[in-house]
């Protein structure tokens, strides 16, 4: 958010450009953003998006994701997962899938994803939500993947089914993109626009997506802001859901 809000500031010469992630909807609106990403951004592209899971330790007594839905309408509020900050989209992503799933969550917040993943494979919480940081210790069976947020299923984890999949309409992939200051000149927009377009469409920037378990979800500028603008108005929707300005008002 620093950075977004420097940019927002910048003269507008092409020069200062920087990432612009889906989050600037959320914080925005909560005030941990003081730009306004409806009026003072050029969008040059949507990049790719991230890989959010939920993952527990191998002796934990949720073996699937329904063994932890169902344990939790039982004992509401009992269920802990850790999460890397309050209105982060570790957070409101779990937020909306409980309640999509009607359970309430005992939610955990951390100052950053290292932390939260730390105190889960430590046994503090009983689960992590996070993006790929726990991809490594899946793959040595130090933690265990519930499931994953995507659209279809990561293809490093083909076995592991998606929120959608397993009957709860939650899509979070947070996609980053790119952008400049508002006010940049027609010609320097084309440029850049077409520039990241090859970019993103390289070999080399698809490897390193892979390797990160980042999904390429490219959209040229103009169409990245209107799918600011749709997700603006989710964004608002959640916030009033969730009560996120109150939670962010107790700490």
């Given at each position: 958010?620093?950075?977004?809000?420097?940019?927002?500031?910048?003269?507008?010469?092409?020069?200062?450009?920087?990432?612009?992630?889906?989050?600037?909807?959320?914080?925005?609106?909560?005030?941990?953003?003081?730009?306004?990403?409806?009026?003072?951004?050029?969008?040059?592209?949507?990049?790719?998006?991230?890989?959010?899971?939920?993952?527990?330790?191998?002796?934990?007594?949720?073996?699937?994701?329904?063994?932890?839905?169902?344990?939790?309408?039982?004992?509401?509020?009992?269920?802990?997962?850790?999460?890397?900050?309050?209105?982060?989209?570790?957070?409101?992503?779990?937020?909306?899938?409980?309640?999509?799933?009607?359970?309430?969550?005992?939610?955990?917040?951390?100052?950053?994803?290292?932390?939260?993943?730390?105190?889960?494979?430590?046994?503090?919480?009983?689960?992590l939500a996070d993006s790929s940081s726990w991809a490594p210790h899946v793959e040595a069976g130090k933690?265990?993947?519930?499931?994953?947020?995507?659209?279809?299923?990561?293809?490093?984890?083909?076995?592991?089914?998606?929120?959608?999949?397993?009957?709860?309409?939650?899509?979070?992939?947070?996609?980053?993109?790119?952008?400049?200051?508002?006010?940049?000149?027609?010609?320097?927009?084309?440029?850049?626009?077409?520039?990241?377009?090859?970019?993103?469409?390289?070999?080399?920037?698809?490897?390193?997506a892979s390797r990160i378990d980042a999904p390429l979800m490219y959209l040229d500028g103009p169409d990245?802001?209107?799918?600011?603008?749709?997700?603006?108005?989710?964004?608002?929707?959640?916030?009033?859901?969730?009560?996120?300005?109150?939670?962010?008002?107790?700490?």
């Amino acid at each position: 958010m620093i950075g977004a809000k420097a940019i927002a500031a910048a003269k507008p010469d092409g020069y200062t450009i920087g990432q612009i992630p889906i989050s600037v909807t959320r914080f925005s609106q909560l005030g941990t953003l003081q730009a306004d990403p409806m009026k003072d951004f050029t969008y040059i592209a949507r990049t790719s998006g991230q890989t959010f899971g939920i993952a527990v330790v191998p002796d934990s007594k949720f073996k699937t994701l329904k063994d932890m839905v169902t344990y939790a309408k039982s004992n509401p509020g009992k269920v802990t997962y850790a999460h890397a900050g309050v209105g982060g989209a570790t957070h409101v992503g779990m937020e909306e899938f409980a309640l999509a799933a009607g359970i309430q969550l005992n939610a955990i917040a951390y100052k950053g994803g290292s932390a939260a993943l730390n105190d889960t494979l430590g046994g503090q919480v009983d689960m992590l939500a996070d993006s790929s940081s726990w991809a490594p210790h899946v793959e040595a069976g130090k933690l265990r993947l519930l499931a994953t947020w995507g659209e279809q299923r990561t293809p490093r984890f083909t076995t592991t089914p998606t929120l959608k999949e397993l009957g709860f309409k939650v899509v979070v992939d947070a996609p980053n993109g790119i952008g400049a200051p508002a006010g940049l000149a027609a010609n320097v927009e084309t440029k850049l626009r077409d520039a990241f377009r090859f970019a993103v469409n390289s070999d080399e920037f698809k490897a390193v997506a892979s390797r990160i378990d980042a999904p390429l979800m490219y959209l040229d500028g103009p169409d990245y802001k209107k799918y600011v603008a749709q997700m603006f108005q989710h964004e608002t929707n959640l916030i009033e859901r969730l009560k996120l300005k109150e939670l962010l008002a107790k700490g």
